[in-house]
């Protein structure tokens, strides 16, 4: 267990002082950062935690004799190159979407070339293997990276709304991967190191942004924390069912956001505060509790996704689907009965 413990206090390390570094030198500075629409906490907080993050990550790889950096680690490391540098220039000036959305595409095309690669998937219909490896088959696996890639980015990102949220939800995430990466069927000893990495950075991180924060995530980090569980899941032996229960509360907040924008003819692409946590803060819910409540039911949700098969994982990714959708309408309601009363 030392070579997957050394990893993870390298990285833990690494953000903390990088954490207080940066701080420092951005007050000195009075680095300007742009205000986000969509966060709450961010008065006098610098949005630097994904710098911190992302130089952490990278040089607890370079640091770790136990890693072998093949040409798919190269092509992470590129993608991330990518998402420190498009990530602190839409800290400082926000960038358009479509510039964003081009970048996010771009990364995740990247490492394909690079070869990070879903070479097949489980039918979920009678758990058979479907190869993707050759032929036209091909086509449809670079779309899906892509897909795949752009919902985990997107999809943290929508989280990053309070302190906390992002960086929980992430570590949670890295730890299960963690012991996924363990299981006899996987078995991948150099995906654990790197989820231990991933963890220990964001735990690092999550220490300064727990509610009250010290520093926020940014768009670097909500980039940088999204794109790197969804190559870790398809590292780890393409274990895309079990991210998708792990992020299964963003996701799904993530779709309704998008249908509710849909419904009213807003654009879906311009930040707002009509995420689960936003009501959730509405009808009295502190940053701190909401942000509990998300680690306990994506930790609940974790020993599920790691306890079971491909049925399993299904009918827990429908319960939660109708316990979040209905908790998004008995709350739209209850919001909606308020402003009656008002």
């Known amino acids: 267990m030392v070579k997957f413990i050394i990893p993870f206090i390298t990285a833990f390390i690494i953000t903390v002082v990088a954490i207080f570094v940066l701080n420092f030198f951005a007050g000195k500075i009075r680095w300007i950062h742009r205000k986000s629409k969509r966060h709450i906490h961010q008065q006098n907080v610098f949005r630097l935690g994904g710098v911190a993050m992302i130089v952490a990550f990278v040089v607890a790889i370079f640091l770790n004799k136990d890693l072998f950096i093949n040409a798919s680690l190269y092509g992470v490391l590129i993608a991330l190159a990518i998402i420190l540098i498009v990530g602190v220039w839409d800290d400082m000036r926000e960038i358009f979407w479509k510039t964003q959305f081009f970048y996010q595409v771009a990364v995740a095309i990247i490492i394909f070339i690079f070869g990070v690669r879903i070479y097949h998937i489980t039918n979920p219909l009678n758990g058979g293997i479907i190869d993707l490896s050759s032929g036209f088959a091909i086509i449809f696996s670079i779309a899906l990276v892509i897909f795949w890639v752009v919902l985990m980015i997107n999809s943290m990102n929508w989280l990053d709304g309070i302190d906390g949220l992002s960086g929980g939800i992430t570590f949670i995430g890295a730890s299960t991967i963690f012991f996924l990466s363990l299981y006899p069927e996987v078995n991948q000893p150099p995906v654990a190191i790197l989820a231990m990495i991933l963890a220990g950075a964001t735990l690092g991180f999550l220490i300064f942004n727990f509610y009250p924060s010290m520093i926020l995530a940014g768009t670097s980090g909500s980039m ?110 209850k919001l909606s009965a308020n402003k009656l009363l008002d």
Do not use: C
Request: no cysteine.
């Open 224 to 333: 940088f924390m999204g794109f790197t569980l969804a190559v870790l899941a398809i590292f780890a032996g393409t274990k895309i069912a079990t991210s998708i229960l792990i992020m299964a509360l963003p996701i799904i907040d993530f779709v309704w956001v998008i249908g509710e924008r849909f419904r009213k003819r807003k654009s879906i692409f311009k930040p707002d505060k009509n995420h689960l946590h936003h009501k959730l803060m509405e009808i009295g819910w502190s940053q701190r509790k909401i942000a509990l409540h998300y680690y306990i039911i994506t930790a609940f949700i974790a020993v599920i996704a790691l306890n079971t098969r491909m049925i399993g994982k299904s009918l827990t990714l429908v319960a939660t689907i109708a316990i979040v959708v209905i908790t998004l309408i008995f709350i739209n309601k």
